[in-house]
């Protein structure tokens, strides 16, 4: 079953705040968009997870996309709870939610809802405010390693069509194929946290 969930490739987060003073953050590659209105997205984090406890106890919780350099960093999110933010360029908001100024992109949240699912909690989380970082393009987890982007072969034109059930930003002169609606009952997501 793992090497089924790890053949789907996932983007890694930095989930962190700042609990009573004290710089608390993991790493997971189960970070998804769910919701435009309200605005959502959510993580699922390991029932076993000793972080978890601490870092719901945060007023609000910095999502970072980590970008494709950040490897290093995401094993750092997983080491010592003391050491992970060690030598790590960030800042924290006046809610307390830690972002990586180098990340992809940033989400201010707080919890809306945890639904516990079988060996994991999915935490839906409601976005205050979101801001680009100054990475360029994410990391990539897939198949239990971390990977890059490579668009060399794909055709750069805009998508024609429907994902998720919502409609795509057609472009004013885009001609590529439709493309095929993706299935809204995947098999579960890859959900693997590094705390």
């Keep these: 079953m793992r090497d089924a969930f790890g053949a789907f490739p996932s983007g890694v987060v930095a989930v962190a705040a700042s609990v009573?003073?004290?710089l608390t953050g993991i790493a997971a590659s189960s970070f998804t968009?769910?919701?435009i209105d309200p605005p959502l997205v959510s993580f699922s984090i390991a029932t076993t997870?000793?972080?978890?406890?601490?870092?719901r106890e945060a007023e609000h919780l910095g999502i970072s996309v980590l970008a494709d350099h950040h490897d290093v960093?995401?094993?750092q999110l997983a080491g010592p709870r003391e050491e992970r933010f060690t030598g790590l360029p960030f800042k924290v908001t006046g809610n307390g939610a830690v972002l990586l100024d180098e990340a992809v992109a940033t989400y201010?949240?707080?919890?809306h809802e945890e639904v516990v699912a079988g060996d994991h909690v999915i935490v839906l989380l409601h976005v205050h405010e979101v801001?680009?970082?100054d990475g360029e393009h994410p990391l990539v987890f897939h198949r239990s390693a971390?990977?890059?982007?490579?668009?060399d072969d794909l055709d750069p034109s805009q998508l024609d069509g429907r994902i998720n059930g919502a409609e795509v930003d057609r472009g004013a002169t885009s001609t590529a194929p439709t493309a095929s609606a993706a299935s809204e009952?995947?098999?579960?997501?890859?959900?693997e946290d590094a705390a």
């Design 33 to 35: 968009s769910v919701s």
């Design 73 to 75: 960093v995401c094993r």
């Design 185 to 191: 009952d995947e098999a579960a997501k890859h959900a």
């Design 20 to 22: 009573k003073g004290q």
């Design 131 to 133: 801001g680009a970082g």
């Design 108 to 111: 201010d949240c707080s919890v």
């Design 146 to 151: 971390f990977a890059k982007l490579h668009r």
């Design 49 to 55: 997870s000793s972080t978890w406890p601490l870092l």
